[in-house]
């Protein structure tokens, strides 16, 4: 086994990294077939993602919005797990509370 097969992360340690003042996405995981970060959005922000090329899941870790994918919204909230696909519009607005969501990317398949 190398270095690379596998990594511990504590939430925790990576959530106090956060400044948790503005918008962040932050990385802590790369590897070529996925990479992992957290996704903090203050009260009151807008998101303005475009969408992605990688399929994507979203962990809400705390705070409460609404998402948008598409013509379709709902309430999202701690403890909810949201798989948005490739290219699909999606964005997170009504944002009551901070929100910090653990953010895993697929890798983009080779063409």
Request: hydrophobic letters at 35%; a negative charge.
């Amino acid at each position: 086994m190398n270095d690379d097969s596998w990594q511990v992360f504590n939430l925790d340690d990576v959530k106090q990294k956060l400044t948790q003042q503005t918008i962040q996405y932050l990385e802590f995981l790369n590897v070529p077939s996925m990479n992992c970060g957290l996704y903090f959005l203050p009260k009151g922000s807008t998101d303005m993602q475009a969408p992605h090329d990688e399929d994507e899941v979203y962990f809400v870790l705390g705070g409460k919005a609404r998402m948008r994918l598409g013509d379709e919204d709902r309430a999202v909230g701690p403890g909810h797990l949201l798989y948005v696909g490739a290219t699909t519009q999606h964005s997170f607005f009504e944002i009551e509370e901070d929100m910090t969501l653990l953010v895993m990317f697929s890798a983009t398949p080779s063409q």
